[in-house]
């Protein structure tokens, strides 16, 4: 049994799916949404894993050192990933059970403090990070309108690498929230940071007086 098949029935196995129909989602959600975005971003990070020079020698030096267990501490941790964020990100009052949930099952520790959600996991340090340390100083030169200006945070960072992830691979995603959440913010900042001569970017309004018709 390979590692990413000893994963999935570890951790989505039928009692989680099942579990997750009897929690409240801001969003109507379904198990294959949850699953597209759990291969997405694992298929993702194991990219990064075999294509940064940084990472594929550390990856060959643990094999070199026959520190097998390790390399599967990383996969498993990728799963994990892919777990909190395909099925657990949708979740409105159960977030914190649900956190809960995944801390208590997750063979690499999450450490304490905050929810899952506030961690990625480190190949290289073989251990969870909070994304606080990912996130960019506020750029002193800029000088454009008040309005447009974006304090980087650990929120945006987070989201900016799962959004950057699926236009990458050419997968949708869905921004939900209340109003005044940030979410059209963060898309905005996102898309303007892009390389403007390979993509290119529209953007809609909408309001609740909205119909296919007036579309």
């Known amino acids: 049994m390979n590692t990413f098949t000893l994963a999935q029935t570890t951790y989505v196995n039928e009692q989680f799916l099942d579990d997750l129909k009897h929690k ?3 969003t109507p959600t379904c198990d294959m949404g949850g699953i597209q975005t759990l291969t997405t971003l694992v298929e993702a990070l ?7 020079k940084e990472k594929q020698e550390f ?3 643990l094999k070199e050192q026959d520190r097998i267990d390790d390399i599967k501490l990383i996969y498993e941790a990728f799963f ?11 979740l409105s009052e159960d977030r914190i059970q649900f956190s809960n949930q995944v801390r208590g099952m997750s063979k690499p520790k999450i450490p304490d403090g905050g929810v899952c959600w506030d961690y990625y ?10 994304w606080d340390g990912l996130v960019n100083k506020m750029d ?18 987070r989201q900016n690498y799962i959004l950057d992830i699926h236009v990458k691979y050419k997968k949708g995603a869905l921004f939900v929230g209340q ?6 913010t963060i898309i905005q900042n996102f898309f303007d940071s892009l ?15 909205t119909d296919s018709e007036s579309l």
């Not at 190949?123 to 909070?130: F, G, H, K, Y």
């Not at 002193?140 to 960072?157: A, C, I, K, R, W």
């Not at 109003?179 to 059209?184: N, S, V």
Request: hydrophobic share 35%.
């Open 24 to 26: 409240e989602t801001i």
């Open 121 to 130: 996991f480190d190949p290289l340090q073989l251990t969870w990070i909070n």
């Open 46 to 52: 194991y990219k990064d894993l075999q294509t940064k």
């Open 80 to 90: 994990i990933f892919g777990v909190m964020w395909g099925f657990g990100a949708p």
């Open 195 to 209: 390389d403007k001569e390979e993509t290119l970017s529209a953007s809609m309004s909408f309001n609740s007086y």
């Open 179 to 184: 109003a005044g959440t940030g979410k059209t």
């Open 140 to 157: 002193p030169s800029y000088d454009g309108l008040f309005q447009n200006l974006v304090v980087p945070t650990m929120e945006t960072t």
């Open 59 to 61: 990856i060959k030096s």
